[in-house]
């Protein structure tokens, strides 16, 4: 059988053939892609598994599966830290919702956790010594008949309640952000914290007091 020459037909069609080179960096990432799969391969290569003879596709199943029960149990215990973080996040959110900076009673007046404060703040523990600082105010406010202090008692009800007291609201209301900034927030506690927490009850007293005066003086008058 006579072969036909088929070289014209092959020029025909390759004179309309555009060639485009690939992309450098294309090349380069196959490269690197068959680098790492034989890097892959040759590691498995040098696993040497049990021989059992028969048994040995069972053997390799066994492994897999005790590969995935592993697997399992620390993706379990991943979610469960994360979901059990989350609702510690959330519980701290409701209570800076609720501003319940107080869950219990204490035996101190407002010049024992002001003193309190001090001592916490020489100690070097100044997220404790600003909620000191918060509790002396709490008590002040309780003492001087402004606004009664209960250990359940929101920062909303204080607010409300000095709601016509605004010498003294004006200087509660930043403390309280303070406070609740540093105690419930991820803002580290710094010196410049404690000192403006302590200028701004000292500007509390100052009010409590000329409030204590000026209702004195109404009081002779009549």
Same mark, same amino acid.
């Given at each position: 059988?006579?072969?036909?020459?088929?070289?014209?037909?092959?020029?025909?069609?390759?004179?309309?053939?555009?060639?485009?080179?690939?992309?450098?960096?294309?090349?380069?990432?196959?490269?690197?892609?068959?680098?790492?799969?034989?890097?892959?391969?040759?590691?498995?290569?040098?696993?040497?598994?049990?021989?059992?003879?028969?048994?040995?596709?069972?053997?390799?199943?066994?492994?897999?599966?005790?590969?995935?029960?592993?697997?399992?149990?620390?993706?379990?215990?991943?979610?469960?830290?994360?979901?059990?973080?989350?609702?510690?996040?959330?519980?701290?959110?409701?209570?800076?919702?609720?501003?319940?900076?107080?869950?219990?009673?204490?035996?101190?007046?407002?010049?024992?956790?002001?003193?309190?404060?001090?001592?916490?703040?020489?100690?070097?523990?100044? $997220?404790? @010594?600003?909620?000191?600082? *918060?509790?002396? #105010? %709490?008590? /002040? &406010?309780? =003492?001087?008949?402004? !606004?009664?202090?209960?250990?359940?008692?929101?920062?909303?009800?204080?607010?409300?309640?000095?709601?016509?007291?605004?010498?003294?609201?004006?200087?509660?209301?930043?403390?309280?952000?303070?406070?609740?900034?540093?105690?419930?927030?991820? $803002?580290? @506690?710094?010196?410049?914290? *404690?000192?403006? #927490? %302590?200028? /701004? &009850?000292? =500007?509390?007293?100052? !009010?409590?007091?000329?409030?204590?005066?000026?209702?004195?003086?109404?009081?002779?008058?009549?």
């Amino acid at each position: 059988m006579d072969s036909r020459n088929i070289a014209k037909d092959i020029a025909a069609v390759a004179k309309d053939y555009d060639y485009q080179q690939p992309p450098s960096l294309m090349v380069k990432l196959q490269e690197i892609i068959t680098s790492i799969v034989r890097a892959i391969h040759d590691f498995l290569n040098l696993i040497e598994l049990p021989s059992t003879g028969s048994s040995d596709t069972k053997l390799v199943g066994n492994l897999l599966q005790t590969a995935v029960v592993v697997v399992a149990v620390i993706a379990a215990a991943v979610v469960s830290v994360v979901i059990l973080r989350r609702l510690q996040h959330l519980e701290r959110q409701r209570k800076l919702a609720l501003g319940e900076l107080i869950v219990s009673e204490s035996t101190l007046d407002s010049k024992g956790w002001r003193t309190f404060a001090a001592k916490l703040f020489q100690d070097k523990s100044t $997220k404790e @010594a600003c909620r000191a600082i *918060y509790m002396s #105010c %709490l008590h /002040l &406010l309780d =003492e001087d008949d402004i !606004a009664v202090f209960a250990p359940t008692k929101t920062n909303y009800e204080y607010f409300y309640s000095l709601k016509n007291k605004p010498t003294i609201a004006q200087h509660f209301r930043p403390l309280v952000d303070t406070v609740e900034l540093i105690w419930f927030g991820n $803002k580290a @506690a710094e010196e410049s914290d *404690y000192n403006a #927490c %302590l200028s /701004l &009850l000292n =500007e509390i007293e100052k !009010a409590a007091a000329q409030r204590k005066s000026a209702a004195s003086q109404e009081g002779l008058k009549h």
